[in-house]
């Protein structure tokens, strides 16, 4: 038996019409358009907590300005620092005259007295060139002149005495001499006032010139002896 | 089955049509977002990054305040030592009044000037060493005595040079003494 379809055209268009390319493609066009949208709705959501954090920090910045502006005019630390530091390095490197003075007093024996006494200053500036790198060229060595200023300190005391004899008066300069050299307090003083790099000695006192006097009319010998110590001094 | 020719027209400009359009939407939807996400992301990096420059600004002012305060705290203390009104007049009085605790009398007293040591010590600040020389006479105790109460109760003060001559006409026990002071003054 056969079976004859009688619809077989019009199922033919409907189907035509079912598969229609131009339907499908705007169907599956409109889908991926709205995937495009969920995909676009979801990032929008999420970027929800950064739009947030954007308002939070920019008021958060705004505050900060505020306060920083309400601090007023910022401090000069190192202005005022460096002030401080000028005035105490200036009182801390003093150098103590009373203690230098108090010194003489306990070193000179009695048989000699201070004639004069002499503190002079200066500043000392002492050039020095050294070899450096190149900057331009590593290869090469510029050399660099740098000034370097150190207070200075010379004291110059005289001392006068008398003796008996000649031999008297030497032996009273050699002890003065040894005193210098060998006196305790008068190193720690120099120690405490001079510049660290100044003298391996610290006792460097040296005897700059001696006078001795022949006796007038049987009179005793008179001497002078002048002792000087220069030093640069901390700074 | 053929398609037509009109048919196929309409299905390459619908075709045009719908990558188009998506294509538009990918664009101008995901990729607008995506680029404001991340220049939004950088904004706040970078608001961030100014915050904590700020908070650490202002941390390093209100740290810088604390510290001066001590600075100027001594500062001050040192300022208060220094001369007063005319700096001669400030000098001579308080000399005169330091000298006649020791029982010493001033004579020729003199403001010299000491512009080398003040660039030394006091390059760029507000300070300049004043130099103030006299003359008295006196034994060596007192002179001792005079130069240690300047020494421990005048911070600023300084003996810059020094003179002693014994005798000098008069009693040998005697000493003329010419004393050439520093001092730091903020006047000027």
Known sequence: MFQINLFYEQQEIQRAKDYDPVRLMIVGGALILLGIGLWAALLYFKMGGLRDDLAQNDAELKKKEKEKADLGQLTDLSKIQGQEMSLRKRIENRVFFATQLDILREIIPTNCQIKSLKVVRAIVVTKESKEIEDKKDPSKKVKVETEKSVPSLDMVVVLFTRGKARLNILQTRDSLEDLFHRNQRLSAWLRQVSNEDASANWNDVTRASQNIFEPKGGGPFEAEFTFKMSFAQKN | ?188
């Not at chain 2, 939807?29 to 100014?50: H, Y």
């Not at chain 2, 604390?66 to 001369?83: H, L, N, S, T, W």
Request: no cysteine; hydrophobic share 40%.
């Open chain 2, 1 to 188: 089955m053929k398609l037509s020719l009109e048919k196929q027209k309409k299905i390459a400009l619908t075709l045009l049509v719908v990558v188009g359009v998506n294509f538009g939407a990918y664009w101008f939807g995901i990729q607008g977002l995506a680029g404001k996400r991340d220049s939004d992301t950088k904004k706040v990096e970078d608001l961030k990054s100014d915050i904590k420059k700020r908070t650490d600004e202002i941390a390093g002012e209100l740290d810088s305040r604390g510290k001066a305060r001590v600075f100027q705290d001594y500062i001050a203390i040192m300022e208060k030592q220094m001369p007063k009104g005319k700096t001669d007049t400030w000098l001579d009085n308080q000399m005169s009044q330091i000298l006649a605790k020791h029982q010493l009398q001033i004579s020729n007293p003199s403001v010299k000037p000491l512009d080398e040591f003040t660039h030394f010590l006091f390059k760029d600040q507000p300070y300049k060493l004043v130099g103030f020389q006299f003359e008295f006479v006196g034994e060596l105790n007192q002179i001792g005595g005079f130069i240690e109460d300047i020494e421990n109760n005048r911070p600023l003060m300084e003996v810059h040079d020094l003179n002693i001559s014994a005798g000098g006409g008069g009693p040998s026990h005697l000493h003329r003494v010419v004393v050439h002071f520093s001092i730091v003054d903020d006047q000027g």
